[in-house]
Every structure is written in structure tokens, then in C-alpha cells.
């Protein structure tokens, strides 16, 4: 447990702190829902502390946050939404102006209002909640659409830089440093047959062929808050990894992580299927929002960007087992061999129902 009542002098809060405890299920930073007394009103906040493990530029991250978060507010302002501080997150200034603050054991912190009446879900429970959820990241990405100035900041360089994947991954097999290659040539040959599929949209947003935007580069669904009455997606949270990116990057990872029925590292591959309902659920939501900004182009890449990004996962998977390992956290021997054929086999039923995504797609576009 940090000393929150010191996190709590770091930022103009203008209430007094009462207590604090931790929250939430993350596995990466360090979450704490705080009360606080505002003239007798009990208020609750959120404080979290950086993991500067996982995210090695703190302060640029936050200059990411801070900006996307305060044009986020201004437009939904602009629009006269009433629930415009619910729609989404927004950075609480430190004493000194900025969106983050540093304790005196060099501890980066950010703070947030809490978001009454609304909650996350580790899994999905119905087409329903994939809508809204999808819906949500297309709002995000609109209201985004129209941020000012300079590009975001990069802060994980080559984080969905799918051609980059690829060669990460051939580097590993040539230097196979505890000798598995051979038994995972299968796989690997797979991989290698999609070399040139695994370029395609970098080469496209390199080329102009589609614009860089900003994405969340996160998109699974327990990083919208749902209305606790309605099931409105109504913020999304989790902005570590906001800045330039390609839309489509967030929709095919939207399709990676909510289509399949079977976890992440399901080792009967039988179980793993793409599921059309609940990619019409995906479509329908995200078209509703972001279907008023993407070009032409971009839409033609909705229903491949399943596979991309279900690919570009299972080369990281594949690359860390030929490593040895050493980036995902495994639980039995060959868990990432496991995860990569899991990938290997949703991208195989993508590909399979891949007119009938598109068709869809056009569905939703008219």
C-alpha cells in the first residue's frame, strides 16, 4: 500500500482526503479508489501509479493522455452532451498543471474522477455488450480524429508494426538459442507463407493509402465502462497505449479478442472459431460511431484486420517461445506454443468466412 494521502498533495484535488484501498484487477499498474470529503460531499477518485517496467516513457505516455483526454472534453462540451465528464476520462492536474506527478520516491502517479454507475467486464455475456463496447472505441477514435497539434508521442515503438513482428520472429528462428525451431516448423512455415499479408496495411499507412490516426492500440472489451443500467458504452478507459496508429489496428484486435467462444490458449484448436454474430455485433457498433470519419479504404481493411492482428499476436507468441520464453508470463511447459496454434486457428477461420465478413462490412457501410 502507497501513502495515498501523500499522492493526494501532489494534485489540486480541492476536497480533503479521507481513505483510500485498492481497486480493479490490473496486472500492471497500481490502482487505488480514494474518498474524499468536498464541503460534506463524499467523492471518489482514482490514483495509480505507473508501472515504469511496462512503460519505459511515463511522462510522454501521460502528454499522450492529457491531450486526448482534455480534446475529448472540450468536443463533447462543444456538442452540450450532459454527461460529458462521463464520457471520458479526465486527468485531475497535478499542483503543478501537469496531467501526472511524481512522489518522493520517484513514483509516477495520475489521477482520475470515478465514473459512478458504470462497470467493466472481464468477458464478454452477449452480442449486446460487443456492441456498445465497439461503439465506444469508434467514439473514441472520433472524437480523436480531430485532436491539434504534433503527432502523439510513439511511446512502444513498433507496437502494431505487423512487418516488424514478422522480422522479430525471423530473427528468433535464425538464432533459435534453445534449439526448438525444429520442432515447431509447422508453425513456422505457416507464419512465413504470410509474410507479405502481415506487411499490407503498414505498407499502406507508409505509402498515404490510409492515414495515421489516434488509436487506443488496447481494444479489448473490459476496457469500456457499461452502464450499470442502460449497457450504453459509456467511456473507454486504459489509455497507456494511446498514439499514432492505424484505425484499423483497434477493430481487428476488437475481432481478435471478442469473436472466438475459446481462450487465448485453448489447446483444442476444434473449440476455436471466428463467430459471425458476433462480429455483426462488432461492425454494427463501431460503423455507428466511426463509420462518419473512415475513408473508403480503411473500411475495405475492416474485415482482414481480424486476421492481421490475430497474426501479428501469434508471431509474438511463436517469437518469445523460440527465446525461451522470456516476455509472457507461462504457466506449464509450451504455453506459448499453445497460444500461437490458438492464433494460428482463429486466423484460419477468419479466413475461411472472409466474403462473408466483407459482405458485412457493407452491410453496415450503406
Request: contains cysteine.
Amino acid at each position: 500500500m502507497h501513502n495515498l494521502a501523500e499522492v493526494a498533495q501532489l494534485f489540486d484535488m480541492r476536497a480533503d482526503f479521507v481513505h483510500a484501498h485498492p481497486y480493479g484487477s490490473g496486472h500492471i499498474n497500481d490502482t487505488y479508489c480514494a474518498y474524499y470529503d468536498q464541503a460534506g460531499q463524499r467523492l471518489r477518485y482514482i490514483h495509480q501509479r505507473l508501472s515504469t517496467e511496462a512503460f519505459k516513457k511515463p511522462v510522454e505516455l501521460m502528454e499522450n493522455v492529457g491531450r486526448v483526454t482534455e480534446h475529448a472534453l472540450n468536443q463533447l462540451l462543444e456538442e452540450g452532451n450532459p454527461e460529458a465528464r462521463r464520457r471520458t476520462l479526465t486527468c485531475v492536474p497535478s499542483v503543478k498543471g501537469t496531467a501526472h506527478a511524481i512522489d518522493s520516491q520517484g513514483n509516477c502517479w495520475r489521477t482520475y474522477p470515478f465514473i459512478e454507475r458504470a462497470r467493466t467486464y472481464d468477458t464478454i455475456e452477449s452480442e449486446a455488450q460487443a456492441t456498445e463496447a465497439a461503439r465506444a472505441f469508434g467514439e473514441f477514435q472520433k472524437l480523436a480524429a480531430t485532436l491539434p497539434g504534433e503527432p502523439l508521442h510513439e511511446t512502444i515503438p513498433g507496437f502494431h508494426n505487423t512487418k516488424q513482428r514478422f522480422e522479430h520472429l525471423i530473427a528468433a528462428i535464425e538464432a533459435d538459442p534453445h534449439n526448438r525451431a525444429k520442432e515447431v516448423q509447422k508453425e513456422i512455415d505457416w507464419f512465413m507463407a504470410r509474410q507479405e499479408e502481415g506487411s499490407k496495411v503498414v505498407d499502406m499507412l507508409e505509402s498515404g493509402e490510409i492515414p495515421l490516426r489516434v488509436t487506443h492500440n488496447d481494444t479489448k472489451l473490459n476496457n469500456v465502462m457499461l452502464d450499470d443500467v442502460t449497457g450504453e458504452g459509456i467511456c473507454v478507459i486504459d489509455l497507456d497505449t494511446t498514439m499514432p496508429g492505424s484505425a484499423v489496428y483497434d477493430f481487428g484486435d476488437m475481432v481478435r479478442t471478442a469473436t472466438s467462444p475459446a481462450a487465448e490458449d485453448e489447446v483444442d484448436t476444434a473449440k476455436i472459431t471466428m463467430r459471425m454474430p458476433m462480429f455483426e455485433a462488432l461492425v454494427k457498433g463501431y460503423l455507428a460511431s466511426a463509420g462518419s470519419f473512415l475513408t473508403d479504404k480503411e473500411r475495405s481493411l475492416l474485415a482482414f484486420s481480424g486476421k492481421l492482428l490475430t497474426m501479428e499476436c501469434g508471431t509474438r507468441f511463436l517469437c518469445d517461445y523460440l527465446k525461451g520464453d522470456v516476455y509472457f508470463k507461462v504457466h506449464r511447459d509450451g504455453h506459448n506454443l499453445d497460444r500461437t496454434r490458438s492464433q494460428i486457428a482463429l486466423a484460419e477461420s477468419i479466413s475461411t468466412q472472409m466474403d462473408a465478413m466483407e459482405a458485412m462490412v457493407a452491410k453496415y457501410s450503406i
